[in-house]
Nanobody, 125 residues
Framework: VQLQASGGGSVQAGGSLRLSCAAS??????MGWFRQAPDKEREFVAA????????EYGDSANGRFAISRDNANNTVYLQMNRLKPEDTAVYYC?????????????????????WGQGTLVTVSS
């Protein structure tokens, strides 16, 4: 499975962006988003089960982000609102086995099996 992320760009603080990630073929996997800011470790942002019913968010989402998926188009989305300069990072989509909660676990995460190439989000103050 190949993942193609898009939708990144530059936005002012308080603005919104919607990231998309298209899978090359249907996957019954959990899909999610991670991000990596300069000089920081990659961190979990959000994950969603195949059904779309179960979602998990990392601390960085903080009620401002929403993940969704469209299985008919093999696509997962990340709607990001009220963006802050600290949200500046390369955002990676991912897919893998297990559960949304397991993908985002801080203590024993299930690592994704597939990664997208990343899309840069820059938020200016």
């Amino acid at each position: 499975v190949q993942l193609q992320a898009s939708g990144g760009g530059s936005v002012q603080a308080g603005g919104s962006l919607r990231l998309s990630c298209a899978a090359s073929k249907p996957t019954g996997d959990v899909m999610g988003w991670f991000r990596q800011a300069p000089d920081k470790e990659r961190e979990f942002v959000a994950a969603i089960s195949w059904s779309g019913i179960v979602v998990e968010y990392g601390d960085s989402a903080n009620g401002r982000f929403a993940i969704s998926r469209d299985n008919a188009n093999n696509t997962v989305y990340l709607q990001m609102n009220r963006l802050k300069p600290e949200d500046t990072a390369v955002y990676y989509c991912a897919a893998g086995p297990g559960s949304a909660r397991a993908m985002g676990s801080k203590t024993n995460p299930t690592p994704p099996r597939y990664w997208g190439q990343g899309t840069l989000v820059t938020v200016s103050s």
